[in-house]
């Protein structure tokens, strides 16, 4: 009886450590978003205040990114060997004073500086951060790594209306950054001291890299590797192209302002929307048959409303765009981390640094495209790149038994592989 009532308190402890754990990491997720939603609600005052040209602005863009990918692929080799939980805690406290330092810049040289740094913060802490959701939702047995997303989505959100209120009344950017740096900093203060598990279930790096050490030489799956990272590349592309050119096209095809700023605000409502509900789904289905139809809603729903040619038919297909694409990602990076449990750092930052460079070279080849055939017409090769991921599902095939629901109680080990303290 009294062993019983140990096991029982054990289970409890666990699911609360591991509980508080998730928030954490949620925390996360939300600060990377509301960073980067910040930034990028700012850029035309930021551009006002230093009198920097379309050209120095695209330089400092292209800077910014160059720092994300550089930040994702050194993050891989630091997860290995340090752990995920490790890796994100820095980044997480210093990435809202990148953020003021980016908004006190003087000059284009020094912005271009300033959002190097920020770059490389923000790519450690987003494949550091996803690192950790595998292996969270790999501890909890069920699916869960699309609500993490949904997190960064209304960390975004957040951001992106802050930054809109402090201008509506008057707020400068300095004075705006430097409350959302506050703000971030703080909230990963908290999150920090919850993202350590119970001393009971924790499992040491040495024993780690020992484990690692003793098990079998394997090929890592480099072309199982190199096609998630595609698609994940292809998914991106549609994100950055409907954040830079939906609103444009709608005013193209003769709708009002605030109709063509409802074309972007469908595409992302209902991709937050989608990730909010899309672990009950990933749950129900199996990956792979989500990924084909994450990809016929996107694809069809986007083909039919640009062919429809009428304003409400793009809004409508620019929402299932959304909706098609909400988890799309989750379900590409949960795969990677979960290719190699002993080394997940690896996989997942090639992933993501191929996602990245989609989502910021996105505009630039439908722009590029429009030049030849029109802008309705090269939009149309976002829906032939959800095709992609139709072809492709079976690569996000499910692991033997992982993620089978569990409700009742929680499994051991609290930290697998990449988990470390």
């Known amino acids: 009886m009294t062993t019983a009532v140990h096991h029982d308190t054990d289970t409890d402890i666990d699911r609360d450590v591991l509980r508080r754990y998730r928030i954490a990491i949620s925390i996360m997720f939300a600060i990377a978003g509301m960073t980067i939603g910040t930034w990028t609600a700012r850029i035309p005052a930021i551009q006002h205040n230093i009198k920097m040209g379309d050209s120095k602005l695209s330089i400092c863009l292209l800077i910014l990114a160059a720092g994300g990918l550089a930040g994702m692929r050194a993050a891989g080799r630091l997860i290995d060997r340090h752990g995920s939980t490790t890796v994100m805690i820095p980044p997480a406290l210093v990435l809202g004073g990148a953020l003021m330092i980016a908004a006190h810049a003087p000059t284009w040289t020094t912005l271009a500086a300033a959002l190097a740094g920020f770059g490389i913060l923000h790519g450690t802490l987003n494949v550091g951060m996803n690192a950790a959701a595998v292996a969270c939702q790999t501890a909890y047995q069920r699916p869960i790594m699309t609500s993490f997303h949904a997190l960064f989505s209304l960390g975004g959100v ?43 279930a924790t499992t040491s790096s040495q024993q780690t890299t020992a484990s690692a050490a003793a098990a079998p030489a394997q090929r890592r799956p480099r072309t ?180 089978r629901p569990t409700r009742s109680r929680v499994r051991r080990p609290l930290q697998p592989a990449g988990m470390t303290t």
């Open 224 to 403: 199982r590797i190199l096609l998630l990272g595609l698609l994940a590349f292809s998914a991106l592309i549609s994100e950055g192209a409907a954040a830079d050119w939906s609103s444009t096209y709608l005013t193209r095809i003769g709708a009002s302002q605030a109709m063509a700023a409802a074309a972007y605000a469908a595409f992302a409502a209902c991709m937050t929307i989608g990730r909010l509900t899309g672990d009950r789904l990933t749950a129900a289905i199996a990956p792979a048959a989500l990924l084909r139809c994450c990809g016929l809603t996107a694809g069809i729903g986007l083909a039919v409303g640009l062919i429809g040619g009428t304003p409400g038919a793009a809004i409508i297909g620019f929402g299932c765009l959304g909706a098609g694409l909400s988890c799309v990602v989750p379900l590409l990076y949960s795969a990677a981390g979960n290719l190699d449990p002993a080394r997940p750092g690896a996989a997942l930052s090639r992933v993501a640094a191929l996602g990245y460079l989609g989502y910021v070279t996105g505009p630039a080849i439908i722009g590029g495209a429009a030049t030849h055939v029109g802008l309705g017409n090269a939009l149309l090769i976002l829906p032939a790149l959800a095709m992609l991921l139709v072809a492709a599902a079976p690569v996000v095939h499910r692991s033997r038994g992982r993620h």
């Open 158 to 200: 957040a951001g992106a209306a802050l930054s809109a209120a402090c201008a509506h009344v008057g707020l400068g950017v300095t004075d705006a950054f430097a409350g959302i740096a506050v703000a971030c900093t703080a909230a990963a203060g908290w999150a920090v001291h919850r993202l350590i598990p119970a001393p009971a």
